[in-house]
């Protein structure tokens, strides 16, 4: 079945910064990367997606991008702010699985 | 709407007692999922339904069942609780995998097992 990976666990940066987190994943037929960011007792909320057709996807000060090949995606925040401190996770799957398959997560820290 | 509902919020048991979580949700979703999320684990499918009447074992399903008689509500069950079982759950939806695909997350039941 599909295995995602999840780099760094940790992350902590200075505000105005950039953050990247990246993802490796198993199935070469996986074609749905979501990016999911979860705050402090609340459940996981989508904040971008990529489908396998496309290279990257930008919305404002989020972006993410895709190499099918080596088989990872990774999310790019740029000018981070203290609201992006989170836990952000991002999965895969493929057509008629029904499901995501998460990583394990990162937990990101914007120092003032 | 008030999008994905779960309750409780948090519950203590002690080791071999059962319980019932249970998610509503109100966006006539056809897809529900239950996950786990332990500490450096992140979040596992436990069990999902595609559609009302319908479950499915996802990635760690031991140890608990599933009910979807209604298809705004997905109900977890434990039969016999075990410390292991001590997590966060959380229940998802969405209206269909293949189309659109945003799974969208209840707030979440802390459970702890003594």
């Known amino acids: 079945g599909e295995n995602v990976e999840q780099h760094p666990s940790t992350l902590s940066v200075q505000e105005g910064d950039s953050a990247v987190i990246k993802c490796t994943y198993s199935d070469s037929a996986s074609n749905y990367f979501p990016w999911y960011k979860q705050e402090l007792g609340k459940g996981p909320q989508l904040i971008i997606d990529?489908?396998?057709?496309?290279g990257e996807k930008k919305d404002q000060r989020i972006a993410v991008t895709l190499n099918k090949t080596a088989k990872h995606f990774s999310l790019h925040i740029t000018e981070t702010q203290p609201e992006d401190s989170a836990v952000y996770f991002c999965?895969?799957?493929?057509?008629?699985?029904?499901?995501?398959?998460f990583g394990s997560g990162t937990r990101l820290l914007v120092r003032p | 709407n008030a999008g994905v509902t779960q309750t409780p919020k948090f519950r203590v048991l002690k080791t071999g007692q059962s319980m019932t979580l249970l998610c509503a949700q109100d966006m006539n979703h056809e897809y529900m999922y239950w996950y786990r999320q332990d500490p450096g684990m992140g979040l596992r499918l436990i069990h999902y339904?595609?559609?009302?009447?319908?479950?499915a074992k996802g990635e760690v399903p031991d140890g608990y069942n599933v009910s979807r008689l209604k298809k705004q509500n997905f109900l977890l069950g434990l039969e016999s609780a075990a410390p292991s079982q001590t997590s966060v759950y959380f229940c998802a939806s969405t209206y269909e995998m293949g189309l659109s695909e945003t799974q969208y997350f209840g707030p979440g039941t802390r459970l702890l097992v003594l």
């Open positions: 999965a895969a799957s493929r057509d008629s699985s029904y499901k995501l398959i």
């Open positions: 339904s595609v559609g009302e009447g319908t479950t």
């Open positions: 990529i489908r396998s057709n496309v």
